[in-house]
C-alpha cells in the first residue's frame, strides 16, 4: 500500500516503494464517478518521457484525467526529482521498467481502484515503457503512447545520420568515461541532458528547446550520465507490440527530429484495430503547447474514456 500525505487541492502526495527505496508520485483522485461500478474506480499510470520529471508539465494531464472519472497516478522514475535510488539522473530501460511495474502495483493497491481497469500513460522515451510493461502486465486496460521512442535501434540510426562527426565523437568518450565511473562504483558523470544544437547534450534541437524550457518544473536538472547508452539500442518496444493485452493509442509528430516518427505509424498498422493513430506537423516538444496539446489532451480524455468504459461491459459479462 503507498503511504500518502496531503497534497495541494485534490492532488496527493505519494510515496510507492521500489525495491529498497520509494518512488515519489502524486495521486489525483477521480473527481467524478461515471465509470465508477461495484468493483472500483479506473487509473491511468503516468511518467515522464528521457531523463523529465513529473512536474514538467504533467499535472495537467493528471487534473484532466481525474475531472473525467479517472485517477492518476503521477510518478519520478528512480533517481530522479525527489524519488529515492540510484544513481542520480541515469536512464535505465531495466530500472524504469522496474519503476512502471512498482507503480502499476501500487496503484492497484489504492483504495477503491479496480484493478483489472487500469492504462498506462507515456511520452517520448517512456512511449516506449509503457508499450513493454503493459505487455509485460498482461492485464492494462488501455495504453496512451505520445511521440514514442518505440525502436531504439531506429532512433540511433536517425540521430546518427543528423550527428556531426565530432559531437559523435563527444558523446562516445562521454559513454565511455561514465561506463568506467560505473565499474569503479562511482557517481554518474553528467552531461547535459537537452539542448540547442549549438551545445553539447545527449540530445540537441532548436526546435524542441523553447518547449523544453516552457515546461520544466523546479525538480527537473537538466543533466544524465550515459553509463547505459550503450545498451540502448537493444531495448525495442515494437517487439513487444504482439503480446499487447488492450488498445493502443498512438501519437506522431512528423517533424520530430528527436524521435523518428515511422515506427509509429508502422506500428499502428500492423496493431490494426487495436491502434488509434493521431498524427500532427509538429516537432517532437511542439506537443507539449498549443495548439496541439489541446488537441492530444482532448483525445487523449475520450480514448481512455472510451476503452476503460467497454472494460465495464467486458467485465460484466465474464
Keep these: 500500500m503507498p503511504h500518502a500525505s496531503s497534497g495541494a487541492g485534490d492532488r496527493l502526495d505519494i510515496e510507492i516503494p521500489c525495491g529498497g527505496h520509494t518512488l515519489s508520485a502524486w ?17 491511468v499510470v503516468l511518467a515522464h518521457g528521457y531523463g523529465l520529471t513529473r512536474d514538467c508539465g504533467l499535472d495537467a494531464y493528471g487534473a484532466r484525467f481525474a475531472a473525467a472519472g479517472i485517477d492518476a497516478v503521477i510518478f519520478d522514475y528512480s533517481g530522479f526529482g525527489a524519488s529515492g535510488g540510484g544513481p542520480r539522473e541515469v536512464v535505465s530501460v531495466r530500472a524504469q521498467l522496474f519503476d512502471y511495474q512498482a507503480a502499476i502495483a501500487a496503484t492497484r493497491a489504492l483504495p477503491g481502484i479496480d484493478p483489472d481497469r487500469v492504462a498506462l500513460w507515456g511520452t517520448s522515451y517512456s512511449g516506449g515503457l509503457v508499450i513493454a510493461a503493459a505487455a509485460l502486465d498482461g492485464r492494462i486496460a488501455a ?40 565499474v569503479l562504483r562511482r557517481d554518474p558523470y553528467h552531461v547535459q541532458a ?10 540537441v534541437s532548436d526546435l524542441s528547446w523553447p518547449f523544453v524550457e516552457a515546461i520544466a518544473g523546479p525538480t527537473w536538472r537538466n543533466r544524465v550520465g550515459l553509463r547505459d547508452f550503450a545498451t540502448v539500442p537493444l531495448f525495442r518496444a ?54 496541439y496539446f489541446s488537441r492530444a489532451l482532448d483525445a487523449q480524455e475520450e480514448f481512455l474514456v472510451c476503452e476503460l468504459a467497454a472494460s465495464i461491459s467486458s467485465e460484466r459479462t465474464r
Design 238 to 291: 515494437v517487439t513487444y507490440l504482439d503480446r499487447l493485452p488492450c488498445r493502443v493509442q498512438f501519437f506522431g509528430c512528423e517533424r520530430d527530429d528527436l524521435t523518428p516518427v515511422q515506427p509509429t505509424l508502422d506500428a499502428a498498422d500492423r496493431l490494426g484495430d487495436k491502434a488509434e493513430l493521431h498524427r500532427y506537423p509538429a516537432g517532437h516538444f511542439e506537443i507539449y503547447g498549443e495548439p
Design 143 to 182: 495504453v496512451v503512447s505520445q511521440v514514442p521512442n518505440l525502436d531504439n535501434r531506429a532512433t540511433l540510426r536517425f540521430l546518427l545520420r543528423n550527428t556531426p562527426p565530432r559531437r559523435t565523437a563527444w558523446l562516445v568518450s562521454c559513454i565511455a568515461r561514465d561506463l568506467g565511473r560505473a
Design 27 to 43: 495521486h489525483f483522485p477521480a473527481a467524478t464517478d461515471p465509470l465508477t461500478t461495484d468493483r472500483g474506480r479506473p487509473a
Design 194 to 203: 537537452v539542448g540547442r544544437s549549438d551545445e553539447q547534450a545527449a540530445y
